[in-house]
T-cell receptor, first 116, second 114 residues
Framework: AQKVTQAQTEISVVEKEDVTLDCVYE???????LFWYKQPPSGELVFLIR????DEQNEISGRYSWNFQKSTSSFNFTITASQVVDSAVYFC?????????????WGLGTSLAVNP | NAGVTQTPKFQVLKTGQSMTLQCAQD?????MYWYRQDPGMGLRLIYY???????DKGEVPNGYNVSRLNKREFSLRLESAAPSQTSVYFC?????????????FGDGTRLSIL
């Protein structure tokens, strides 16, 4: 079975704090892809990053960084020096390349509130 | 660059009424998707269309029908709306249904069934 768990339902931080959003996934497939999406209060879903199962390099994009560890089946997302504009719900998702079941499996999301 | 456009943005229906949610993308994507988002349930796939002329059921297809009208447009129809279908509906598209292609989403349609 494939599953994505975002154990943190809600996180509240003060501006400029660093915050890490956890994502743990389950899959038996050797080839798969992981995604992070952001949903700000306005409601739209914004693609942030894609990572395939063969690339364990961490990635940094400005204040955002992602730590992919196959050994622990985790794909965690860190925001450095958080800002109020980072307040949103963040979703982690998994997609397997096995057979015809090419559907995104979504976590339930982590709601991040960054307070001034 | 409009991306994925959904209409309407809001709608209130009475139980038993029918309605079609429209979705169009201008990115020349081959694949399109319909999701519903409910509190505590996350995003659930209703139907998807891997390419023009094909549609497949997702996780929660009951009570819905879809039409891939052409490459740009993918509509979702509720034939007889029920209160359980009150939700936020998102349309998405991607270059292909292959795993490495991110999906791009519309702004959502907030649908209430009374």
């Amino acid at each position: 079975a494939q599953k994505v768990t975002q154990a943190q339902t809600e996180i509240s931080v003060v501006e400029k704090e660093d915050v890490t959003l956890d994502c743990v996934y389950e899959t038996r497939d050797t080839t798969y892809y992981l995604f992070w999406y952001k949903q700000p209060p306005s409601g739209e879903l914004v693609f942030l990053i894609r990572r395939n199962s063969f690339d364990e390099q961490n990635e940094i994009s400005g204040r955002y960084s992602w730590n992919f560890q196959k050994s622990t089946s985790s794909f965690n997302f860190t925001i450095t020096a958080s800002q109020v504009v980072d307040s949103a719900v963040y979703f982690c998702a998994l997609l397997s390349n096995a057979g015809n079941n090419r559907k995104l499996i979504w976590g339930l999301g982590t709601s991040l509130a960054v307070n001034p | 660059n409009a991306g994925v456009t959904q209409t309407p943005k809001f709608q209130v229906l009475k139980t038993g009424q029918s309605m079609t949610l429209q979705c169009a993308q201008d990115m020349n994507h081959n694949s399109m998707y319909w999701y519903r988002q409910d509190p505590g349930m996350g995003l659930r796939l209703i139907y998807y269309s891997a390419s023009e002329g094909t549609t497949d059921k997702g996780e929660v297809p009951n009570g819905y029908n879809v039409s891939r009208l052409n490459k740009r447009e993918f509509s979702l129809r509720l034939e007889s709306a029920a209160p359980s279908q009150t939700s936020v509906y998102f349309c998405a598209s991607s270059w292909t249904a292959d795993s490495n292609q991110p999906q791009h989403f519309g702004d959502g349609t907030r649908l209430s069934i009374l």
